[in-house]
C-alpha cells in the first residue's frame, strides 16, 4: 500500500465534491461521516482510497473499503487514517482485483492512529 498526504484547499473545505480527470467509473464515489465533519472518497480507476478531515475538532479521519468477493463475503481493505487538520487528505493506493464487484465505502472519525472509528457513513458502490 502506497500513502501520500493531500492537501486539498476550497472544494472540501467548502464542502463542494472533489472531480477526477479522465472517464467516470462505474463504482467511483464518495461518502460523509456522520455529521460530514469527514469524507471518503474511492477512485475505481486507480483504485485509490482517500479520507479528507473537513472539521476543526481534534479528531482524525478514516476511511477504507470493503471489496464484495464471489462467495458473498466482504474482503475489507487497510485504512486510512489522517491524522493532518482540518482541510487535510491523505491518500492510500490498493489492488483491487475483483474488478466490477460492489464495493463498501467507509468514512469515520477516530481519535488518533490506533483509536477506534466511530460516526461512520457507508456507501455501497455498484461494481
Do not use: H
Not at 18 to 33: E, K, N, T
Not at 53 to 59: K, N
Not at 69 to 80: E, L, S
Request: charged share 15%; net charge neutral.
Amino acid at each position: 500500500m502506497k500513502i501520500r498526504n493531500v492537501i486539498l484547499a476550497g472544494a472540501v473545505a467548502a464542502g463542494g465534491a472533489v472531480g477526477f480527470a479522465g472517464p467516470a467509473a462505474a463504482d467511483s464515489g464518495q461518502v460523509y461521516s456522520v455529521g460530514a465533519a469527514a469524507v471518503s472518497i474511492f477512485n475505481d480507476q486507480n483504485d485509490v482510497v482517500t479520507t479528507c478531515d473537513r472539521a476543526r475538532d481534534g479528531e482524525g479521519t478514516v476511511g477504507w473499503i470493503s471489496v464484495r468477493q464471489a462467495d458473498g463475503t466482504w474482503n475489507a481493505f487497510p485504512r486510512v487514517y489522517n491524522g493532518g487538520g482540518v482541510n487535510t487528505c491523505r491518500s492510500g493506493d490498493f489492488n483491487v482485483l475483483r474488478e466490477a464487484a460492489p464495493v463498501r465505502l467507509y468514512s469515520c472519525l477516530q481519535n488518533g492512529p490506533s483509536g477506534r472509528p466511530y460516526s461512520c457513513g457507508v456507501a455501497t458502490l455498484n461494481g
